[in-house]
C-alpha cells in the first residue's frame, strides 16, 4: 500500500491529478506486459509471429534533474505581492476547498521554482520555510499589498570550511604552525556578494510560474533575522470600491409612489454624504462585535479594534460614460448628497470606502461596509453606527447581510511596529534594479496590460451595447394596454454585488433578528467537544499550554542525557 496515501488531502488539486495519471500510466504498463507475456509465450508453444500481438517498446523516462539543497545557501526574504482574488477560495490554503488558493499557487511557484525543497512537494505545508503572512485573506477578495516572508534558495556562496589541522600536521598551506609566511604569495581578494546583480531573480522567477492575476511586485533583501509578516505589521489598509449609482435605477414614471415610504433616496443613487458622516464614526477603539462574524474557536478573542482612519473617497477618471443615466428621468430629484456636479458630468462615478487599522476581526470590514450602504440608501439613519457600536445598549448582533466580497481589496500592509523599529522593510521593486523588468516586451507592466486590455474591451462592449439597449425602446407607447403603470411595490437593496437584491418590505435594523451573542457561541462550541461551558474550556486549554511549556523546558532525564553524549 502507498504510505502517501494518508496525505492525500493535503495535496494540491495538481498533484492529486499527476498521481492519478501516474497510477492510469502503470495500469497500463503492467497490461502491455501481460499482453508482451501472452505473446512470447504463444511463440513458445509454436504460433507463428503474426498470431502474437507485438507490443511497441516501452518509453524511456525523463529523468527530472534535482538540486542538491546542501550546496545552496538561503536566506529569509519578505514578497510584496498582488492578486485579484475573483477566481480564488481565499489566500490560505485549505484540504477541501473546492476553489484554488494564493497560498496553493505559491506553493507551486516557490516548489517548481527549486526555491525551496519540501520533503514532500505535492503537500503543501510551510512549516519549514520560516513563513509568515501579513492578511488572511477571504474567498473573492484581493490583495494589492499582501506581504509574505520565505526561507529561500540564494546564490550566495556557502562559507568555506577550513580543513582541520591535527597535532604533528603542518597548515593546510604547506608551512609549519608557527612558521613565519610574510613572504607568502597574496591572498586573492573576495569580491562581495551583490543583492542585483549576483542573487536570484527572485520576482521575475515566480511571475513567470504564477498565474496572470497573481504577480510579486517587489521584494526585501535586507529582511530582518526575526520579522514577522504578521506580528510586525503596524497598520493595514482595506478599500471597497463601488460605483454611483451602484444598480440601474428606473424611469421615474415606472417607480411606484408607495416605495417613497420606505426611503426618500432614488433606487440605486447613493446619499454619498450620509455614508461619510456614517464612516467617520468608525474611527477611533470600540467594540466591533456587532460588525463582524464570530468564529466559535477563538475562545480568548478581544473584540475592540482601533481604527485610525475611515471615510468614503472618490476615484478620479475612472468614470464609464453611460450617457443614458444624465437624462432627469434617472437622476435623483436632488444631487447635492450624491456627488452629483452638472449634467454633463460622466456616470456612473466610481469610490471606495476606505479603512485603516491595526488588525481587523473576521467580515469586519464588510459589515462596517453593508451597514454603510444601508445607510446610502436612506434605509437607516447615521446613528444606526453609534447604536451598534454601544453593546450595553446592543450586545447581540442584528442578522443582516454581509457585503459582497469582490470589490474589497486588502490594499497596503506598513511596517514596522512603533515598539521594533528595527523590523522596517526597503522594499526593491521590479524594475528599479532593470528598467526592462518593468516596461520591456516580458516587463511587469506589459504583462498586467495585457491582463488589463482583455478586461477593458469586456467593459466597452458591455457599456455600448447597454447605451444601444437605453436608446432603442420608447417606453411612452405602451403599445400593450394592460402593462401596469408601476413596478410592484418591493424594496430594491445594494449589498455590494452586480445587482440589487429585491426584499419586500424593507425590515429596519433594530427590528431585524438577534444573532446569539459571542458568548453564547463560545458555549455552543465548548458543548459540543464534551466541555461543560466556554470557561471550563478556556482552562483545560490553558492548562495543557502550560504542560507543554513545562514539558518543553524540562525534558525528560533520558533526554537530557542524549544531548549530553552527542555533545
Partial sequence: MDNKKTHYEKWTKNELIKRIQTLEAGILRSGEQKQEEASHQLIADGASTEDAVASPPPKKKKVERKLDPSKYSTRL???????????YGGFEFAEHANLPSIEEELWKAFVKACLIFPETPEEVNWDAWEYSKCGRTDRGVSAFGQVITVRVRSNRPLPKKEPAVT????????????????????????REFDDFTDELPYCRILNRLLPPDIRILAWCPKTPAEFSARHDCRERQYRYFFTQPAFAPLPRDLENPE????????GGWLDIDAMQRAAKKFEGLHDFRNFCKVDPGKLNINFERRVFESEIVEVKDAETALPYLARDEFRPPSTSNYGLGEASQKLPKVYYFHVRGTAFLWHQIRCMVSVIFMVGQGLEDPSIIDRLLDIEVEPKKPNYQLADEIP?????????????????????????????????ITGLLSQMWEYWRERKMDELLSSQLLNLVSAQADITLRRDPRAPPHVPVTTRTFEGGNKERLVGKYQPMLQKKRLPSPQEV??????????????????????????????????????????????
Fill in 167 to 190: 597535532e604533528g600536521q603542518g597548515s593546510p598551506d604547506g608551512n609549519e604552525p608557527g612558521q613565519d609566511t610574510t613572504t607568502a604569495s597574496p591572498v586573492k581578494e573576495v
Fill in 77 to 87: 526574504v519578505a514578497f510584496k505581492l498582488a492578486y485579484l482574488g475573483k477566481r
Fill in 408 to 440: 474589497l481589496v486588502l490594499w497596503d500592509c506598513v511596517f514596522p511596529r512603533d515598539e521594533k523599529p528595527e523590523n522596517a522593510l526597503e522594499w526593491v521593486y521590479l524594475g528599479e534594479e532593470n528598467p526592462q523588468n518593468q516596461h520591456g
Fill in 259 to 266: 416605495t417613497a415610504t420606505t426611503t426618500k433616496v432614488k
Fill in 522 to 567: 463560545f458555549d455552543r462550541e465548548a458543548k459540543r467537544k464534551g466541555y461543560a461551558d466556554a470557561a471550563e474550556m478556556r482552562e483545560a486549554l490553558a492548562k495543557k499550554r502550560a504542560e507543554a511549556i513545562a514539558a518543553a523546558e524540562n525534558p525528560p532525564a533520558e533526554v537530557v542525557s542524549l544531548e549530553e553524549e552527542a555533545e
